[in-house]
């Protein structure tokens, strides 16, 4: 069974504050990481997927890192927005197509 | 490009009854995965479907089944429910499920099991 653990579990922050979430992974079989933020009441949305150990990607004041040889990423978000609040989750991929993805770390923006 | 679509949105059935939950991909993607999520065990993988072949399975027993059709539209089917299966069942579709494609999830479908 793979085991994919996020911290923190949930974070409040002011509106302004720049944050960052860790998920850990298995360091055998890597073959994909996949972060998603997901929002009450809508889809999943896709940030990164992520294949390469030293993988750096952004998107606007996202950016995630990777490192496979210890088996974790870190998600980051500058100067956190109120519209940043959802559940950011990672998943990993051993190359069968089949995420497991981790309990996900809540963020709420405080304006 | 319309997203990734879900039907019904909502059901409610009660425990004996079969369900068929229906996923239409994201136009000219070939693979479709779908997932379970419960409070209890968070997003869980059911099965991954391409050219209308099943690639993949998850943990969960036979009365869990889904199939793809050629135009790359997918159902999963739950037979004989029991009140564990009350869960958001969501779907997502990507180009071929290689190792760099994004996996894109519709809104999914809430089944209710009385």
Known sequence: ILNVEQSPQSLHVQEGDSTNFTCSFPSSNFYALHWYRWETAKSPEALFVMTLNGDEKKKGRISATLNTKEGYSYLYIKGSQPEDSATYLCAFDTGRRALTFGSGTRLQVQP | ?114
């Open chain 2, 1 to 114: 490009k319309a997203g990734v679509t879900q039907t019904p949105r909502y059901l409610i059935k009660t425990r004996g009854q079969q369900v068929t939950l229906s996923c239409s991909p994201i136009s000219g993607h070939r693979s479709v995965s779908w997932y379970q999520q419960t409070p209890g065990q968070g997003l869980q993988f059911l099965f991954e479907y391409f050219s209308e072949t099943q690639r993949n399975k998850g943990n969960f027993p036979g009365r869990f089944s889904g199939r793809q059709f050629s135009n790359s539209r997918s159902e999963m089917n739950v037979s004989t429910l029991e009140l564990g299966d009350s869960a958001l069942y969501l779907c997502a579709s990507s180009m071929q499920g290689f190792r760099t494609d994004t996996q894109y999830f519709g809104p999914g479908t809430r089944l209710t099991v009385l």
